[in-house]
């Protein structure tokens, strides 16, 4: 991998300014590296080791960012959209360089866990079928949610679409009744990402998920300090489990 790259090109990477404006900074002798005064914005440094600053403030160079979102209802897992506010909208302007991108999608009614990074590799690996990285989500479920209902959801079940869903955990934290006007509240860990896959799993037994949040992908869980629209870069513990994570089977 190539250890060098232009100079102008790193500090755009991160926000300092476009490469005529840092063709500027250069000419006003704002910009050092290793404690030398540059006067090509363009030449060859070493991000990893070499030391730059610009207006006396050391740059930090990092070629990818990952990031922890509790996404809100209410906005969409993309990029950009043209009717409604997106995941990217809710970062701060100190990101938009990066051009992340959210990791697969949550429904816009969906909460919760969103892993948003510019790592296209990791992203790849993590949304491929044939990693089977687990996915776990809370629901509210209208009304009973029963043990015939988890042994469905362990064998397999079949969409609305004729496809047949891996088989998934599904976790009764209360049945619920529809007497009693109380929804059923479970957790279902799927490995697949199939488009409204938790809900229309439910709907195959007769089911309706009234409200969804997704609380963990792979060995990360969801920061409960996390409030709503909240977004925190994961730690270097997490990053590495996440990196390292294993295919593993139901």
């Not at 999608?105 to 079928?129: C, I, Q, V, Y």
């Not at 007497?179 to 990402?193: K, R």
């Amino acid at each position: 991998m190539k250890q060098t790259q232009r100079l102008d090109k790193i500090l755009a990477h991160v926000g300092i300014g476009t490469r005529s404006e840092l063709k500027r900074l250069a000419k006003e002798g704002a910009i050092f590296v290793n404690g030398a005064k540059v006067k090509d914005s363009g030449m060859q440094v070493n991000p990893d080791t070499d030391v730059i600053t610009v207006n006396g403030e050391t740059v930090l160079y990092r070629e990818f960012v990952y990031l922890m979102m509790n996404k809100p209802q209410g906005v969409v897992s993309a990029t950009e959209d043209n009717r409604d506010r997106t995941v990217v909208d809710l970062l701060d302007a100190a990101y938009a360089p990066f051009e992340v991108f959210p990791v697969g999608r949550l429904d816009k009614d969906t909460e919760g866990f969103l892993l948003l990074t510019n790592d296209g590799k990791l992203a790849h690996n993590l949304l491929s079928p044939r990693k089977h990285v687990p996915k776990t989500y809370f629901a509210k479920v209208e009304w009973e949610v029963t043990e015939t209902d988890r042994e469905s959801f362990s064998q397999g079940v079949i969409l609305d679409d004729g496809y047949e869903t891996l088989p998934g955990i599904l976790r009764i934290l209360q049945g619920g009744s529809e007497s009693e006007g109380v929804h059923a509240e479970i957790e279902l860990t799927i490995m697949e990402g199939k488009f409204h896959q938790v809900k229309r799993m439910f709907q195959a037994v007769g089911k309706k998920v009234v409200y969804l949040k997704r609380i963990s992908m792979g060995p990360i869980a969801l920061d409960p300090t996390l409030a709503l629209g909240q977004v925190r870069e994961l730690s270097k513990e997490e990053l590495l489990a996440l990196q390292n994570a294993h295919e593993s089977h139901l």
